[in-house]
């Protein structure tokens, strides 16, 4: 329908990392951040797609096709639904991409996916049994109602009570560990009062809690990006106190305006130089 979408190939050396002091194991690996619609409709006030309003949905053809570019530049290991739009607001287009994933030729092991939602109660409800084995990740970015609402206007629809009811449900019947995305927003989210709610919220849980380092977006937000002592005390709060494991997202693609919470289109020349390439569809590749 001419419209556009991005999505981002992101490569790893595992090895520069370490894991409880020790260097990580493995090597290079690629993981492909792949779009679900073209803008969003939940309008969340640090993420640059939410400025685009809601356009379109891809069709699962059209999701897949993003794969099947990154495949000509990369091996890809790992795919996150991380991309522009909610993937949940997408549902069927979402769950056949993902059987297309996993069946040949790609052969994705359902476990290196991973979906991403702000938390549509009634599709996690279902989301088990439609594609078992892959991964859920939430974007829950508060520790309470109120302060979701300020800065995710679509969590009125969804409570915070009723989603961590549809969550404990989904890991009853899953048994799957839950990711909790929480982007580091100064003086919003970021205090130690807020890490100790978080996690009071997730002591019942088997979760990953994965804080985002806040990537600027121009103009159209003022939120500021919390600073490294605030992001290592709340993750102190949270692994220490709590004993939920804590990760800080590594920070990536910011240059080329890729980075989380970063993927809006424009137009092709008011790309900077390094950033985005208009790619052809898959029926004028020839392959």
């Keep these: 329908n001419g419209e556009s979408v991005e999505a981002v190939v992101m490569r790893y050396d595992t090895t520069l990392g370490k894991y409880d002091g020790k260097p990580r194991a493995g090597g290079v690996r690629s993981t492909l951040c792949v779009s679900s619609q073209v803008g969003c409709k939940m309008g969340c006030r640090f993420c640059a797609t939410g400025t685009m309003g809601f356009k379109s949905n891809l069709s699962s053809g059209e999701i897949v096709e993003q794969l099947v570019h990154a495949s000509r530049y990369s091996q890809i290991r790992n795919v996150v639904f991380m991309g522009m739009g909610e993937p949940m607001n997408n549902y069927n287009a979402l769950v056949e991409a993902i059987r297309v994933f996993t069946g040949s030729p790609f052969q994705l092991s359902p476990k290196r996916i991973t979906v991403s ?56 019947e899953s048994n799957h560990t839950i990711f909790i995305e929480y982007i580091m927003l100064d003086g919003v989210n970021d205090q130690e009062e807020h890490a100790h709610q978080l996690g009071k919220l997730l002591e019942t849980f088997k979760a990953v809690v994965n804080l985002i380092p806040f990537n600027p977006i121009g103009s159209s937000s003022n939120f500021k990006t919390s600073s490294d002592q605030n992001v290592k005390k709340f993750q102190k709060v949270i692994r220490g106190i709590y004993n939920i494991r804590t990760t800080v997202r590594q920070q990536m693609g910011q240059d080329i305006a890729g980075a989380c919470g970063q993927l809006v289109v424009s137009l092709p020349d008011e790309r900077s130089d390094g950033g985005a390439t208009l790619l052809s569809d898959i029926e004028d590749l020839g392959i």
């Design 117 to 172: 939602t702000v938390g549509i109660i009634h599709a996690i409800n279902k989301f088990n049994g439609d594609l078992p084995n892959v991964n859920l990740a939430v974007s829950l970015h508060a520790p309470d109602q109120d302060i979701r609402c300020q800065i995710m206007p679509a969590a009125r629809a969804f409570p915070l009570a009723k989603l961590m009811n549809a969550l404990q449900s989904y890991q009853n």
